[in-house]
């Protein structure tokens, strides 16, 4: 089983950065891929990103693409969202979640095994 529990949520302006971080417990982290999403009040939980279990490949939403960054240190069990020149509309609570199984798509929440309890994220304009 693995525990997540995001942290690096704030308020900022926009055009500023966060770093969002997410921390796993369990010796299994590393044969996980790591995504992030994020749902914005009276939306879906949408895709944001993802990496797989070595960090060899990421997949981002077109939305964030050039200017979120996810990466995955193993060796920490942790995995982050770098996200730069961020926009009002990126306000939204945001989620890490595990999956197992790489025959599924990382891009769809319900593939995925576990999830943390979500970290605000406020962009004000």
């Known amino acids: 089983q693995v525990q997540l529990v995001e942290s690096g949520g704030g308020l900022v302006q926009a055009g500023d950065s966060l770093r969002l971080s997410c921390a796993a417990s369990?010796?299994?982290?590393?044969?996980?891929?790591m995504g992030w999403f994020r749902q914005a009040p009276g939306k879906e939980r949408e895709f944001v990103a993802a990496?797989?279990?070595?960090?060899?490949?990421?997949y981002y939403a077109d939305s964030v693409k050039g200017r979120f960054t996810i990466s995955r240190d193993n060796a920490k069990n942790t995995v982050y969202l770098q996200m730069n020149s961020l926009k009002p509309e990126d306000t939204a609570v945001y989620y890490c979640?595990?999956?197992?199984?790489?025959?599924?798509?990382?891009?769809?929440?319900?593939?995925?095994?576990?999830w943390g309890q979500g970290t605000q994220v406020t962009v004000s304009s």
């Open positions: 979640g595990a999956i197992s199984n790489l025959v599924r798509s990382v891009r769809t929440a319900a593939n995925y095994d576990y």
């Open positions: 369990g010796r299994t982290f590393s044969t996980y891929a």
């Open positions: 990496i797989t279990w070595s960090g060899g490949f990421t």
